[in-house]
């Protein structure tokens, strides 16, 4: 059952077999927990958000559409996700994030002068540090810490529409990049 593919596995999870689930979460248990991790900061609330993670993937395995993305980023999305809920329910919030965003991405994936065991996020890694700062610390509040436009609009006392144009301007350069020099 090892050989399956991903997608396989969430269609076996969801006509309901518990073999598939249990191969389905040995195959993404540890990025789903490194993921929770890196946003949680705290091992056990990660193992409980991982745990829930999977527990929204059996329960709604039969929504997953193979066409809009692959397992995998289904997957980390709802881990993503539960772990932004998990912050939000326990009022866990920042003003700012309190490390340079840029920093803390390098931090995630080391040094700019080390060798990344992945290219393509050490890539995205040099674009991000490229960007202006208000266009990357907006990003990163965002896509990082879970921020919606208007909670950064209030936060930094910003206009919302100022910070929407960040966002739009800081994804659409990074969106230009990775579709320049990642092959499909």
Request: charged share 25%; hydrophobic share 50%.
């Amino acid at each position: 059952m090892w050989d399956v593919s991903d997608e396989a596995l969430v269609a076996g999870m969801a006509a309901g077999d518990p073999d598939v689930a249990a191969v389905f979460v040995r195959r993404f248990q540890a990025r789903v927990y490194g993921l929770a991790l890196s946003i949680t900061r705290q091992r056990e609330t990660a193992e409980e958000v991982a745990q829930d993670a999977f527990v929204r993937a059996w329960r709604y395995a039969a929504s997953f559409d193979p066409r809009r993305g692959t397992a995998a980023a289904w997957l980390l999305g709802i881990a993503r996700n539960v772990a932004l809920d998990h912050l939000r329910s326990i009022s866990r919030r920042l003003d700012r994030p309190t490390q340079d965003p840029a920093g803390l991405f390098g931090s995630l994936i080391g040094d700019e002068a080390l060798v990344s065991p992945s290219d393509d996020l050490a890539m995205v890694a040099r674009e991000l540090r490229a960007l202006p700062h208000e266009q990357r610390d907006t990003l990163m509040a965002a896509a990082y810490y879970g921020f919606t436009a208007r909670e950064i609009s209030a936060a930094w006392d910003v206009p919302l529409g100022t910070v929407k144009t960040r966002l739009r301007l800081a994804m659409a350069k990074l969106r230009t990049v990775v579709e320049e020099e990642v092959p499909a």
